[in-house]
């Protein structure tokens, strides 16, 4: 049995990360609160959008959606990895990270790149993807703008024919202890079914067909932007649960410390007693 000192170290160096679990749980929820309140005021907006979108569209003939509906044969593929920049919350960087590497597998023969949102999958992708950039920058300041710029970039490279196929593999928020790994297309534009068209009471300003191009670019920043604000959300969701598990293991850790500390005191005692009453009957006898 380890002696007292030993465990009396071990007790405080459990206390000590006790007390760092906690207090980053409470950070994770606070952060959680806003990101939370976020992505719920955003969603609306963008499903909105979408539907606008679909409405204008069914009542167009013919293909719409310009060069960002292109579906050309599928050769090259972009996978979009939105993860986290710091670690420490459970399963949320490696369930996002083995999606990657599964959508790899399901593209195999084909030419599969990596485009990481993340310092976390970055540093592990580009191990074995071919990852063309970084934007782990873009937590600094989360905004619609920058991240609008990244989704500007795949545009970009897929109008210029860099890519046949874009995806955005990230973790959707369902609460703070559930989150989903969900792979959306980006482009080329799924084709659009429409519901109930836009009634023709409505005089539109530019035409149809304007409004339409216009709304594809901002419809395809926001679906961007949405995931990310998602993945962000859910980054604290996963880091506020698994905080709150370490410190529940830390504290049951103490509490067993704490047990074999009072066995193990007890049974030095008791020896101290043996030894002095062994002592006395020996002076006595």
Same mark, same amino acid.
């Given at each position: 049995?380890?002696?007292?000192?030993?465990? $009396?170290? %071990?007790?405080?160096?459990?206390?000590?990360?006790?007390?760092?679990?906690?207090?980053?749980?409470?950070?994770?929820?606070?952060?959680?609160?806003?990101?939370?309140?976020?992505?719920?005021?955003? $969603?609306?907006?963008?499903?909105?959008?979408?539907?606008?979108?679909?409405?204008?569209?069914?009542?167009?003939?013919?293909?719409?959606?310009? @060069?960002?509906?292109?579906? %050309?044969?599928?050769?090259?593929?972009?996978?979009?990895?939105?993860?986290?920049?710091?670690?420490?919350?459970?399963?949320?960087?490696?369930?996002?990270? +083995?999606?990657?590497?599964?959508?790899?597998?399901?593209?195999?023969?084909?030419?599969?790149?990596?485009?990481?949102?993340?310092? +976390?999958?970055?540093?592990?992708? $580009?191990?074995?993807?071919?990852?063309?950039?970084?934007?782990?920058?873009?937590?600094?300041?989360?905004?619609?703008?920058?991240?609008?710029?990244?989704?500007?970039?795949?545009?970009?490279?897929?109008?210029?024919?860099?890519?046949?196929?874009? =995806?955005?593999?990230?973790?959707?928020?369902?609460?703070?202890?559930?989150?989903?790994?969900?792979?959306?297309?980006?482009?080329?534009?799924?084709?659009?079914?429409?519901?109930?068209?836009?009634?023709?009471?409505?005089?539109? =300003?530019?035409?149809?067909?304007?409004?339409?191009?216009?709304?594809?670019?901002?419809?395809?920043?926001?679906?961007?932007?949405?995931?990310?604000?998602?993945?962000?959300?859910?980054?604290?969701?996963?880091?506020?649960?698994?905080?709150? +598990?370490?410190?529940?293991?830390?504290?049951?850790? %103490?509490?067993?410390?704490?047990?074999?500390?009072?066995?193990? %005191?007890?049974?030095?005692?008791?020896?101290?007693?043996?030894?002095?009453?062994?002592?006395?009957? @020996?002076?006595?006898?």
């Amino acid at each position: 049995m380890a002696n007292l000192k030993e465990i $009396r170290n %071990r007790i405080s160096s459990v206390q000590s990360t006790m007390q760092i679990t906690s207090a980053m749980k409470m950070v994770s929820a606070a952060k959680l609160k806003k990101a939370q309140d976020a992505i719920t005021a955003m $969603r609306p907006y963008a499903e909105k959008l979408t539907e606008l979108l679909q409405n204008l569209s069914a009542t167009l003939e013919g293909d719409t959606g310009g @060069a960002f509906a292109d579906q %050309r044969e599928v050769n090259k593929v972009l996978l979009v990895a939105v993860t986290s920049n710091r670690g420490l919350c459970g399963a949320f960087n490696t369930n996002v990270i +083995k999606e990657i590497k599964n959508r790899t597998q399901f593209y195999q023969g084909k030419n599969v790149d990596v485009l990481a949102i993340g310092k +976390k999958g970055n540093d592990v992708l $580009r191990k074995t993807n071919n990852v063309i950039a970084n934007h782990s920058s873009v937590y600094d300041d989360l905004t619609f703008d920058n991240v609008a710029e990244i989704a500007q970039l795949l545009m970009d490279k897929f109008v210029a024919g860099e890519y046949d196929k874009i =995806e955005i593999v990230y973790n959707h928020f369902k609460n703070a202890a559930t989150t989903i790994v969900k792979t959306e297309q980006f482009l080329p534009l799924a084709p659009i079914s429409g519901g109930e068209a836009v009634s023709s009471d409505y005089i539109f =300003e530019p035409s149809k067909e304007e409004i339409v191009l216009t709304l594809i670019p901002k419809s395809l920043k926001t679906q961007l932007y949405k995931s990310v604000r998602d993945s962000f959300a859910s980054e604290h969701g996963a880091r506020m649960t698994a905080m709150h +598990k370490a410190t529940d293991n830390a504290t049951e850790l %103490r509490n067993q410390l704490k047990l074999t500390y009072n066995k193990a %005191r007890q049974a030095a005692i008791t020896g101290e007693i043996l030894e002095i009453v062994g002592g006395a009957e @020996a002076l006595n006898g």
